[in-house]
């Protein structure tokens, strides 16, 4: 991966004893003029070097994303 990452959140795992949650944005994250995200990843423990899962979400799909997660809250 390539490009610019601006660390933006970064909160406690829920029900772990030291993962985390950490949201970033990254610019051209598949190399020149590829569309800036943001990323989303989930490690289980506070050290470790890479998410052991992330997900990237292109701009013109943030709010949709977010409302399908408050939909999901719902049924929790």
Sequence with gaps: MSGK???IEEMHLSGTKDGK???T???EPYGPK???VVSI???LQANADEPDWKVHIP?????????ALQKAK???
């Design 34 to 36: 590829s569309e800036n």
């Design 59 to 67: 701009k013109a799909n943030i709010d949709a994303v977010i409302e």
């Design 25 to 27: 944005t990254i610019e």
């Design 5 to 7: 990452v601006t660390p």
């Design 74 to 76: 719902e049924h929790l």
């Design 21 to 23: 949650i950490t949201v």
């Design 41 to 43: 990843g989930i490690s």
